[in-house]
């Protein structure tokens, strides 16, 4: 199947800094990529939609301003958390569709996840 | 706004046996469906997409099912082993995805 990679894979700071994390597709083009965050013991929601080229769809309640993203590549998307505060600790996946191996609609590829904590 | 709903919310099973997860959703309007498993503190790994015109894949022991009309997705998964035991994820969607809150596994040698 396809590769999606983040990094970094861990990553610890203090209240009030900045985090980047990366995603990319290894083996294919992703001109859409989705940003999910999961706190302990619950599922992932989907935080918003990456898109090459134009600005990413955040779902209701995500502040746009605080989680930055930026799709500068057709294989790269990155989430920026500005000013992170506890309460921003989780874990961030992201995930690329591809038609890659004839599916009809898109199959989710996810990277292997980013634990944030913040101090 | 599509609700996925996964049913037992967890399950501990002895090693060898046979079970059932369960997956609803309430928007029968899907392109694909998709089981993910999922270790401790780890990423997504993919086991099955179902398109929406598809009733099954196969996968090894694994097998899972799709009925769109009533919003329903089984995964079976046969001769249970330890390895088996991680949390087991539905989505539904289409470019994109909501998950639902998944079955968490125990294969107890």
């Known amino acids: 199947g396809a590769v999606v990679s983040q990094h970094p894979s861990r990553v610890i700071c203090k209240s009030g800094t900045s985090v980047k994390i990366e995603c990319r597709s290894l083996?294919?083009?992703?001109?859409?990529m989705f940003w999910y965050r999961q706190f302990p013991k619950q599922s992932l929601m989907l935080m918003a939609t990456s898109n090459e080229g134009s600005k990413a769809t955040y779902e209701q309640g995500v502040e746009k301003d605080k989680f930055l993203i930026n799709h500068a590549s057709l294989t790269l998307s990155t989430l920026t958390v500005t000013s992170a505060h506890p309460e921003d600790s989780s874990f961030y996946i992201c995930s690329a569709p591809t038609t890659r191996g004839g599916s009809l609609y898109n199959e989710q590829f996810f990277g292997p996840g980013t634990r944030l904590t913040v101090l | 706004k599509q609700e996925v709903t996964q049913i037992p919310a967890a399950l501990s099973v002895p090693e060898g046996e046979n079970l059932v997860l369960n997956c609803s959703f309430t928007?029968?309007?899907?392109?694909?469906l998709q089981w993910f498993r999922q270790d401790p503190g780890k990423g997504l790994t993919s086991l099955l997409l179902i398109q929406s015109s598809q009733r099954e894949q196969t996968s090894g022991r694994l097998n899972a099912s799709l009925d769109k009309s009533s919003g329903r997705s089984t995964l079976y998964i046969a001769a249970s082993q330890p390895g088996d035991s991680a949390t087991y994820l539905c989505?539904?969607?289409?470019?994109?995805?909501?998950f639902g809150t998944g079955t968490s596994l125990t294969v107890i040698p």
């Open positions: 989505a539904v969607g289409g470019n994109q995805f909501y």
């Open positions: 083996d294919f083009q992703a001109t859409t």
């Open positions: 928007d029968s309007a899907i392109y694909n």
